[in-house]
DNA sequence: GTCCAGGGAATCA
DNA sequence: TGATTCCATGGA
């Protein structure tokens, strides 16, 4: 249902209601370390930016409420696409619950969980900056990246700024960096952002590239993009691709709890864990991670 | 003061 | 290939 601006007084604004959804959940979508745009308001409804749309969310019985600006003039369609509401989420759980308890547990706990459509190139540089990071401190250099070098944006009233595009990147210094935060980070920024410009990497071509494999390869060039960050960018952003598997420190221990329980969690071979997730949860992995993800970290 | 955070790159065996 | 060490920064 889209309404049209006037009914709101903005004429900018739009509103679109997702009339009780089978797999939407605000807080598991938002804080289960996919994405860094998105704010809890103190009403419990989240605001958050992707491209130059920014919109909030509100819960109102079993509905959602979506409000906001949008480039495109199309909310619904760019709401459909982002929040990957044409996926059948609750096939993939119930596939992934039948593997053991494990996973039923944790998809229990994260049931509301869905990946997100976010662009390529912030997904890219949002995992580079997450690199030996926490994320509070994530969000906050992607808001200074984004207010000093993003397009402003206006929404009830307020400021917002859109992720910077690879242009508004290309003369900002390693030294204007480490100001805004990025520690040693501040180099890799610099060099990806001067290979994407340059056509070292094309990524309008890894979008089209159905490889996995090979695309993995090309974004292992990049600075500052190691497997674990590959197969981040791989799993949240458009490039989708389900069966790449994450390995981070909380991913390291909820498989040795699990599965391989080595006295030494920090001993266990990154080997092991890819060719069990490989064989536990096949083309589903990088769910199944995201899942047991969550319910390590929050439960 | 110490430890840790959704790791990567350089170095060395 | 595989293991170690260093890398800024800020909060606990």
Do not use: H
Not at 221 to 243: H, M, Y
Not at 269 to 292: M, R, T
């Amino acid at each position: 249902m889209l309404m049209e601006s006037n009914e709101i007084g903005d004429k900018k604004m739009q509103q679109y209601i997702l009339k009780n959804p089978k797999t939407f959940n605000m807080k598991d979508i938002f804080e289960c370390g996919q994405c860094f745009r998105w704010n809890e308001q103190e009403d419990g409804s989240y605001t958050g930016i992707w491209k130059e749309n920014v919109v909030n969310i509100k819960k109102e019985g079993q509905d959602y409420i979506f409000t906001g600006i949008c480039k495109s003039g199309n909310l619904e369609e760019e709401i459909k696409e982002y929040f990957d509401l044409n996926r059948d989420y609750e096939k993939i759980k119930k596939e992934l619950s039948k593997i053991d308890e494990n996973m039923k547990n944790s998809i229990k706990y994260g049931e509301g969980i869905r990946i997100l459509n976010q662009d390529l190139w912030e997904t890219i540089i949002s995992f580079i900056i997450s690199a030996n990071n926490n994320i509070p401190r994530i969000k906050g250099i992607i808001e200074r990246l984004s207010k000093e070098y993003g397009k402003k944006l206006e929404f009830n009233g307020k400021e917002y700024y859109a992720f910077p595009t690879p242009e508004q990147l290309k003369d900002v210094t390693v030294e204007e960096y480490r100001k805004l935060g990025l520690g040693f980070r501040d180099i890799r920024l610099y060099e990806t952002t001067k290979m994407i410009i340059d056509g070292k990497v094309n990524l309008k071509q890894l979008e089209q590239n159905p490889n996995t494999m090979e695309v993995r390869e090309k974004l292992l060039t990049l600075s500052g993009v190691g497997p674990k960050v590959a197969d981040c960018i791989l799993l949240f952003s458009a490039l989708k691709r389900f069966e790449v598997f994450p390995i981070d420190v909380w991913v390291r221990r909820v498989m040795n709890d699990l599965y391989i329980q080595n006295e030494d969690e920090t001993k266990v071979n990154k080997k092991q864990i890819e060719n069990l997730a490989k064989e536990k949860f096949g083309d589903l992995a990088g769910l199944a991670q995201q899942y047991l993800f969550y319910w390590r970290r929050e439960a």
